[in-house]
């Protein structure tokens, strides 16, 4: 059976940290990778946060290959799970990365480009204590 990870062990993971950080760096294929090796060791909130993350990463990846129509429903899947969600989460400000999503689906949206507009991030949230 799977060790089931509380929020606080899981922002303190160095696979956590490692995971956000290749994210950042637009790495997403080893990002995608590294967040679903923690989502199968997750549950509740913390599970749909790091599903959020991880549609976000792969509609990434697909925009990288060309497949608008796929980062487009990934986009909107991963929005819709992180919207419902609120901010804070997991020391993440997901009202940033929302706003940068948002952004990009609406571009994908309307035939434009969405390269104009910033790469998704993950931000800690300085008002959640470490």
Partial sequence: MMERF??????????FQLA?????QADWYPAHDAFEELWHETSGQARQTIQGVLQ??????????GNRRGATLLYG??????KALGTPNLGLDLDQLCICVENRLQRLQQGQDPD???VPGLIYDSSVPE
């Fill in 6 to 15: 509380q929020p606080t062990d899981l922002i303190n993971d160095p696979r």
């Fill in 20 to 24: 956000v950080e290749l994210f950042n």
């Fill in 56 to 65: 976000v990463a792969v509609a990434q990846l697909h925009l990288q290959r």
């Fill in 77 to 82: 899947e991963g929005l819709g799970r992180l």
């Fill in 116 to 118: 104009d507009c910033t």
